[in-house]
């Protein structure tokens, strides 16, 4: 998640519950919240987090 064009790498296990809780601000005080981060601009998918 962003707010300009470069970001935060993060791993999830599931991308439609993060993308709702960044972009609700489930998390007042968390990174994204703060900056105001909440734009997706890129995602892979893999069957391991330790591939990334």
């Known amino acids: 998640m ?3 064009p470069e970001g ?3 791993i999830t296990d599931n ?3 993060r993308i709702k809780e960044h972009k ?3 998390y007042p005080k ?3 919240a703060k900056y105001n981060c909440d734009k997706l601009i890129y995602f ?3 069957e391991n987090g ?3």
């Open 44 to 46: 892979e998918v893999f």
């Open 24 to 26: 609700l601000k489930e």
């Open 2 to 4: 962003t707010n300009k």
């Open 15 to 17: 991308i439609e519950e």
């Open 8 to 10: 935060v790498i993060g």
């Open 30 to 32: 968390s990174f994204t």
């Open 50 to 52: 330790n591939e990334s």
